[in-house]
């Protein structure tokens, strides 16, 4: 599934996740935008998670999307700071994000 953020058909404001109003104007006149790639901003890597199975290590990275807003990604594979990335969502409504 395709990561989709949103953008204000009134001030061009793009944002994610989707609110009532823009923050910026006030509108709330959206259209819904996919995006496939971004860039690695962070990376880290989660060791330890309330009600996380033990040892279950868990890589995360900050994205800056092509569409302008920034997302927390899971991440497949070894991604680091500055790679360029591809983003989708998967079965269970994770934003994942692998090295292209």
Known sequence: MTL???????CAQT??????????????????RPVARGTAMQTTVV???????????VSLAAV???AGPVVIARTQGAVAAGDTVG?????????????I
């Open 15 to 32: 944002l994610f996740p989707a609110r009532y109003f823009c923050p910026a104007c006030g509108a709330n006149a959206w259209t819904a």
């Open 87 to 99: 983003l989708h969502v998967d079965d269970a409504n994770r934003i994942v994000a692998y090295r």
């Open 64 to 66: 800056l999307t092509d």
């Open 47 to 57: 060791h330890h998670r309330v009600g996380g199975a033990a040892n279950a290590e």
């Open 4 to 10: 989709t953020v949103f953008h204000c058909t009134v």
